[in-house]
């Protein structure tokens, strides 16, 4: 059973589309979580959702916005897809609480083209 | 501004033998620390933690070491298998604020 499920795992799409990957945890989490990995391999925070409120929003373009109809899925919505976008896509999950870890999932590759 | 670094881009070690993987922080106000290992293609995989109150944590092959006053922490794997190539992140958390990856090591354990 997996515990955080994305989808796609791979994308391709031109620039001007806009796409949506999905992410559904079945761990009972509150906290769920977009990460990006650049081509530098860093992950970074994109978002965070607790119990169906945005609470970190780090600077990314308004062209990315979460969505959570319910507290298992948090899902990604990019619009007007442009070139630096490409990169791996990471959702993620955690429990509440002091020292709890994140659970990720496979990732989604996005490709621009 | 980098607040976790991990300077080792790769490593390589033989099997059976240990591996020590590096770590660096920056933020004191850091209380949770983490490593995740990450094969191609899938996602980071949770391996040990410890929090700003211990400076151990063992589980089976894999020990983590913290030096808060040095802000450094470390991940040692010993004996080393070949199913322990992979990229290892190194995360550090603030109550109430979100995960820092550092950019990861990559290790090959030679057979």
């Known amino acids: 059973d997996t515990a955080v499920s994305q989808t796609p795992k791979y994308l391709v799409t031109q620039m001007g589309n806009d796409k949506s990957i999905k992410c559904e945890q079945n761990l009972g989490h509150d906290t769920m979580y977009w990460y990006k990995q650049d081509s530098k391999k860093f992950l970074k925070i994109m978002f965070s959702?607790?119990?169906?409120?945005?609470?970190i929003n780090e600077t990314v373009p308004n062209r990315f916005s979460p969505k959570s109809p319910d507290k298992a899925h948090l899902n990604l919505h990019i619009n007007s897809l442009e070139l630096g976008d490409s990169a791996v896509y990471f959702c993620?999950?955690?429990?509440?609480?002091?020292?709890?870890?994140?659970?990720f999932g496979q990732g989604t590759r996005l490709t621009v083209v | 501004d980098q607040q976790v670094k991990q300077n080792s881009p790769s490593l390589s070690v033989q099997e059976g033998r240990i591996s020590i993987l590096n770590c660096d922080y920056t933020?004191?106000?850091?209380?949770?620390f983490l490593w995740y290992k990450k094969y191609p293609a899938e996602g980071p995989t949770f391996l040990i933690s410890?929090?700003?109150?211990?400076d151990k944590n063992e589980d089976g092959r894999f020990t983590v070491f913290l030096n808060k006053s040095a802000k450094h922490l470390s991940l040692h794997i010993v004996p080393s298998q070949p199913g322990d190539s992979a990229v290892y992140f190194c995360?550090?958390?603030?109550?109430?604020?979100?995960?820092?990856f550092g950019p990861g090591t990559r290790l090959s354990v030679l057979p």
């Open positions: 995360a550090a958390y603030n109550y109430g604020q979100n995960f820092v």
């Open positions: 993620a999950s955690r429990r509440q609480g002091l020292f709890t870890e994140a659970f």
């Open positions: 410890i929090s700003s109150i211990k």
């Open positions: 959702y607790n119990n169906k409120e945005l609470i």
């Open positions: 933020n004191s106000m850091f209380d949770y």
